[in-house]
């Protein structure tokens, strides 16, 4: 196994460590009672496993709130925490994903909508960005 190989693996390792210690536990569940659940399966991009580096941000939009079109230099991936959030990442679907629901954005995709589904309430999900390279995380859409 590469070095590289060995570093995404263990950059991939924490991502999900971050993202389980962010699920709450099931209404009705004992603590300490273990429910695992696969929230998201995606192969990453080749990457310099010399120079990885995982970024975990919450993101939340208010209701009604929403980003302007922007692309991530580095892959992303999120997961919906509460509420739902509006999201179109160039050439694909619109999608809504709920609380609980994740979803995956390539390098340099123009996410083309990320808003709150709602009107109402609040959304928040967790954005996680695995770079291997300097670069701000969040870059303005031509």
Not at 17 to 42: F, Y
Not at 93 to 118: C, M
């Amino acid at each position: 196994m590469t070095a590289g190989r060995r570093m995404t693996g263990l950059a991939v390792t924490m991502l999900c460590a971050a993202v389980a210690g962010c699920r709450a536990a099931p209404p009705g569940s004992p603590a300490g009672d273990s429910m695992d659940r696969t929230v998201l399966s995606q192969a990453l991009p080749v990457m310099d496993g010399g120079r990885l580096k995982v970024s975990v941000v919450e993101v939340t939009y208010g209701p009604g709130g929403s980003s302007p079109p922007h692309s991530h230099p580095c892959a992303v991936i999120g997961y919906v925490i509460e509420g739902a959030l509006r999201t179109q990442v160039q050439g694909g679907p619109e999608a809504l994903l709920k609380a609980g629901e994740s979803f995956y954005e390539a390098p340099n995709a123009v996410h083309r909508i990320s808003a709150n589904g709602s009107d109402k309430e609040p959304a928040r999900f967790i954005a996680s960005f695995i770079c291997d390279h300097d670069t701000p995380l969040s870059v303005a859409a031509p």
